[in-house]
């Protein structure tokens, strides 16, 4: 048995990236929008009890007149939220969310890696 020999097409494709280098890492299949506090306040006031198919992950309690709104509450440290970032994006999928908004994480260096995994999300949304 010898060396199997790579094929013309093997040799000319592009290496493989690494998952986290990817630009669209998790890509939910809802549309995911970064947002300040103050912008997500603003839009939900002004759809009231229209919210539907929108799921909000953020730091800042919010509250809405829609009880078909789907929230969830961002840990306020970067590493927690880091843990179950995913996990809740895919929760909104399966709930089926069409949009997903999420509050801008603190310009801090400890929330870097969350904030490049969301501009990642967002990038493919």
Same mark, same amino acid.
Not at 30 to 37: F, W
């Given at each position: 048995a010898g060396t199997? $020999? @790579?094929?013309?097409?093997? @040799?000319s494709a592009p290496d493989p990236q690494a998952p986290g280098t990817l $630009?669209?890492?998790y890509a939910p299949n809802?549309? $995911? &929008?970064?947002?300040?506090?103050a912008q997500l306040r603003t839009a939900l006031d002004?759809?009231?009890p229209d919210?539907?198919?929108i799921a909000v992950y953020a730091r /800042?309690?919010?509250r809405s007149a829609s009880a078909r709104l789907i929230v &969830?509450?961002?840990? *306020? *440290?970067?590493?927690? /939220?880091?843990q179950q970032l995913f996990a809740v994006l895919r929760e909104f999928d399966a709930a089926g969310a069409r949009l997903i908004w999420v509050e801008t994480p603190p310009a801090d260096p400890a929330w870097d890696g969350v904030? *490049? &995994? $969301? /501009?990642?999300?967002a990038a493919s949304a």
């Open positions: 199997r $020999l @790579l094929s013309k097409e093997e @040799l $630009l669209a890492h809802a549309k $995911l &929008r970064l947002m300040e506090a002004i759809l009231g919210a539907a198919h /800042t309690p919010l &969830r509450r961002m840990p *306020d *440290d970067a590493a927690a /939220t880091a904030r *490049d &995994r $969301l /501009t990642r999300a």
